[in-house]
């Protein structure tokens, strides 16, 4: 099975598992608004929309997006929301383009110095892989990335706990921080080492997807699988640090509560906030 991130049934499925921002925890709504304001941020660039549930979210609560994804099937769900809420002024002044953070410099052409602060979240940047070797592809992504940050703007980035999935062979137990799904769900999880480093983590998703309402047939499994690279906390410091040059300040929250080294429990996912030196 190839991984099913840009096909359209993965992305039909995907838009059913994460559901919309009803389904969005209060406690990620709360957090990353708050840091947001926090910082004093209005213009936030979404580098990893998919289908737009966090961007939907953050024009709720306010801010003026600008939101990018390379999957165009991904896209249109984000489209057809701005379509459908046109009528409420911060929808119709969405902007939603598709973008490759390859070419994130020539592709978003950013407002004065930079954007307020840019976030890639729900692990999106792990998709992207190193098919050379030695991650050059996905330093120029960061770089790219935090070239759109104003000076004294901030990143928000994240990735699964991939310290811990490699040294058990298993994601940490616990319900999603991100979102609430009510879909049944079975998720197995291996990991692909190349020259006796960690080079792939796949997870491979069954679910269970309801059929339409009054239908009498049992509910469909649906199979697809995504790929990820297993990026470790303390190396993506490093990939971060180089990427703002050195210029920034870095924090690190496990599951949006601030991470100490060595603390009794895993997080699920690391959240990376940098802020680039004015």
């Not at 406690?27 to 910082?39: D, F, K």
């Not at 997870?203 to 199979?223: C, M, R």
Request: hydrophobic share 35%; net charge negative; aromatic share 10%.
């Amino acid at each position: 099975m190839v991984d099913s991130y840009a096909d359209g049934k993965a992305a039909k499925v995907w838009q059913l598992y994460i559901g919309d921002t009803r389904r969005r925890t209060d406690e990620y709504r709360s957090w990353l608004a708050g840091l947001l304001r926090q910082h004093n941020c209005i213009r936030v660039l979404d580098v990893a929309c998919g289908t737009g549930v966090d961007s939907i979210m953050l024009v709720e609560e306010g801010f003026k997006m600008f939101s990018v994804d390379a999957s165009d099937k991904m896209l249109k769900y984000a489209l057809k929301e701005r379509w459908e809420r046109r009528k409420e002024p911060a929808f119709d002044q969405w902007v939603i383009e598709e973008a490759n953070w390859l070419t994130l410099s020539e592709d978003v052409q950013k407002p004065g110095d930079g954007f307020d602060a840019v976030i890639c979240l729900g692990n999106s940047f792990a998709h992207l892989p190193d098919f050379k070797g030695d991650q050059s592809d996905q330093k120029l992504a960061l770089c790219n990335i935090a070239s759109m940050v104003k000076p004294g703007g901030i990143l928000i980035i994240d990735h699964r706990n991939y310290d811990y999935i490699l040294e058990t062979g298993r994601a940490p137990e616990g319900k999603n921080i991100y979102y609430q799904s009510d879909l049944k769900q079975d998720i197995s999880t291996s990991v692909l080492w190349v020259n006796s480093k960690p080079h792939m983590v796949t997870l491979d998703y069954s679910l269970e997807v309801p059929q339409a309402e009054g239908a009498h047939t049992p509910p469909e499994t649906s199979k697809f699988r995504l790929s990820y690279y297993p990026h470790q906390l303390e190396s993506f410091k490093e990939l971060l640090k180089e990427a703002f040059l050195g210029k920034c300040e870095q924090s690190v929250f496990g599951d949006f509560k601030q991470h100490k080294p060595g603390q009794g429990d895993a997080p699920r996912y690391f959240i990376h906030v940098v802020k680039k030196s004015a």
